[in-house]
């Protein structure tokens, strides 16, 4: 057995190198990663793979200590999980955890991904790299059996997000956009370009639960076969206009110069119903699971768009209302809602004007 420290998480003992990161994207230090804080990323996997309710089989493509993939095997019936990562010093983890939990349904496997995907097809394939997904998107699609789920981690958010905007033109062909926009921005970019990799395959897309949280962008599609569905996913990509200086956001199906961010997936981030089956009971970090649960659920997620309080604190120059306060009143007038984004934020179809009049309503110094 390697040497390293046994942590549990969920109800999986998980042997880690001693050296390993506990927060932000991570360090890669010594010969394999391992991050204690991306613990809710892998509760969402098995939270997730639990809702589909069906026997399947898993590849976690690049699983370095083979943590999620043993805790998939170990917490989810009827999987049978491949445990791969191309690295040689990752299988005596991978099989360490495989032994420490007695696991008769997950195999390690020490292979390039792009060479397993070519080999063997499964009905789940999770891509998580250290860094951007973009050079091995397409060969997990290829990894996917017909109507097959694919989920993938970006944890490259200052591209994705606008802070190196040439970075992102280069990985993923689209202009970000800054601003309170940006993390919802990078989330349906990297969207957009998955949708993309899918059409060349005749293959569409139907997000199930799609988010930003920490230091990274996570998607969860089904995979959907045909050209006519890959006809349908297209035409949910589109441009985006938004001015910082007058608070104007609009889309358009359309590159024209005002509408020159993108292109952006501009359909739906969530499944609700399926989102909703999901059960956060006995996970690693069960409270704030519970709380995006709640978050997902709720979430208005197609014909709208994100606003922050401080955005409209400095446009209006008024103190902000409280933010549960201030959405309950624009429910009142339209639709809107909480956002996982930021806590700060909302989402609403209300045209800016009447967000901006009733924002000036709700501030306290319109009391005074």
């Known amino acids: 057995m390697p040497d390293g420290v046994i942590i549990h998480e969920g109800s999986t003992d998980i042997l880690v190198p001693e050296l390993h990161s506990s927060g932000g994207p991570g360090k890669i230090q010594g010969g ?15 939270m997730f793979l639990r809702a589909v309710g069906r026997d399947l089989t898993v590849a976690d493509a690049m699983t370095a200590t083979g943590s999620r993939a043993v805790r998939i ?9 491949t445990a791969n990562d191309i690295s040689p010093d990752a299988i005596p983890y991978i099989e360490a955890n495989i032994e420490l939990n007695k696991l008769e349904n997950c195999s390690p496997s020490n292979r390039n991904l792009h ?12 891509l998580d790299p250290f860094g951007s997904p973009a050079p091995f998107v397409q060969s997990a699609i290829l990894g996917c059996r017909k109507k097959g789920i694919l989920a993938i981690t970006a944890t490259d958010t200052a591209p994705l997000a606008g802070a190196h905007a040439p970075k992102c033109r280069r990985r993923y062909q689209s202009e970000p956009v800054r601003g309170y926009m940006c993390h919802e921005g990078g989330l349906r970019i990297l969207m957009c370009s998955i949708a993309r990799e899918l059409a060349k395959f005749d293959r569409g897309m139907k997000p199930l639960l799609s988010f930003y949280a920490d230091h990274y962008f996570r998607t969860y599609i089904q995979i959907e076969e045909g050209a006519e569905k890959a006809d349908k996913m297209m035409a949910l990509l589109g441009y985006m206009k938004y001015d910082m200086a007058t608070l104007e956001r609009s889309t358009s199906v359309h590159y024209d110069p005002e509408h020159k ?3 952006f997936w501009l359909g739906p981030l969530h499944d609700q119903e399926f989102v909703s089956r999901m059960d956060p009971a006995g996970m690693a970090v069960e409270k704030r699971c519970t709380k995006y649960l709640d978050l997902w659920k709720n979430e208005l997620d197609t014909e709208v768009f994100v606003y922050d309080m401080s955005e409209l604190s400095s446009f209006v120059k008024m103190s902000p209302a409280k933010l549960a306060d ?13 956002t996982h984004i930021s806590p700060t934020s909302f989402k609403t179809d209300l045209p800016l004007n009447d967000i901006i ?12």
């Open 115 to 126: 060479s397993l995907f070519a080999d063997e097809a499964f009905d789940y394939v999770d």
């Open 357 to 368: 009049s009733l924002y000036k309503e709700a501030s306290p110094d319109s009391k005074k």
């Open 73 to 81: 095997a170990n917490e989810v019936k009827g999987t049978q999980v």
């Open 261 to 263: 961010y993108g292109p």
């Open 326 to 338: 201030f959405v309950e009143l624009l429910n009142t007038n339209g639709r809107a809602s909480f």
């Open 32 to 46: 394999v990663f391992f991050n204690e804080q991306m613990a809710f990323n892998r509760d969402i996997s098995v």
